[in-house]
DNA sequence: AGCCAACGTTAGTCCAACTAACAATTCGAG
DNA sequence: CTCGAATTGTTAGTTGGACTAACGTTGGCT
């Protein structure tokens, strides 16, 4: 048996009955490889997770504070610090202090900015295409919705 | 606006459709959440996701070596170790030098252990079905088999 | 005999998710 | 108007899962 395959690799016949059974492995393990994949066609362009949400959310509600940022683009305001400074960096974004309120800085997405998240925006759709390969629109869209379902559910009510 | 609530909790309306449009971040969402709770469920009972693979994997195929049941439970052979010996402690499994090869362990489930493992699945079974709860069967099996062709999608060719 | 592969084990890396604390500033109640 | 509480950005650190490297022991092969 060459069985010194690789872990994370399918091997239906082989996986006991209740593991596969279990919904939160499964999830789990497909965020595994797509994490991977789309971890590193973002790094392959010099990008990360991070970047791309906060650009998108700069772009799709305009200028916010940084507490604002980690609320809609679901970064923990504690890991923003670092990807701002990354993308100031790079020149897409500016931050730039709030007059009307010392404590806060205000952040805007550059033109360079749009330029970088339309160039993201691209990778990712790449990879979305890669995983969702072998489904059918249809089908795409109903996973879209079932995890939708599922992810609500569990934010919601932590009864 | 009471804004400072916890993160990770859905905010629809504010969430950026681009990044709604990414799959490997919803999925990673969930699987965050559904780690999460079955991580807590386990935990409250003393025990680790890896138990339960390692318990099932053995009770489904019987006696295996170290490398045998990290294949199949999916577990590196590296964390297994710690997996076993903790099950050990329980008295769940028995490691037993391979008369026939004495590089090898023989591991074994007991009694008790498949006395743990209908414990464990029946905390699984209570998680699984409070992350489905939003779902009806079908969507449930859909779920199921869309995450899975996506999976061994991910799993096989890597070009 | 000698060499390479497999086994169990130890140790450690990498990354995402998450928490705690803190100085500066602003707000709000008395 | 003042003083305590809350918010903002920031630094630091923790936890946990996925994964790799290397090593001594043993086995199979020729």
Redesign the pocket.
């Known amino acids: 048996m060459?069985?010194?395959e690789?872990?994370?690799f399918d091997r239906g016949a082989e996986t006991p009955e209740r593991i596969k059974a279990q919904l939160s492995r499964l999830v789990?393990?497909t965020a595994?490889?797509t994490?991977?994949a789309s971890?590193d066609a973002l790094?392959s362009v010099g990008a990360?997770?991070?970047h791309f949400v906060v650009l998108a959310a700069l772009a799709e509600f305009g200028p916010a504070?940084?507490?604002?940022?980690?609320g809609r683009a679901r970064?923990?305001?504690?890991?923003?610090?670092?990807v701002?400074?990354e993308l100031a960096d790079g020149g897409w974004i500016r931050?730039t202090p709030?007059p009307?309120?010392?404590?806060?800085?205000?952040?805007t997405i550059t033109d360079t900015g749009v330029r970088r998240l339309a160039e993201l925006d691209q990778v990712l759709a790449g990879v979305n295409a890669h995983i969702t390969a072998p489904l059918t629109r249809e089908e795409r869209d109903q996973l879209f919705a079932l995890l939708n379902r599922v992810n609500s559910h569990l934010a919601g009510p932590p009864s």
């Open positions: 060459e069985d010194g690789e872990l994370r789990g393990l595994a490889q994490a991977r971890g790094r990360h997770k991070d504070s940084q507490s604002a940022l980690a970064v923990y305001k504690s890991d923003l610090v670092a701002l400074n931050r709030d009307s309120d010392k404590r806060r800085n205000v952040i």
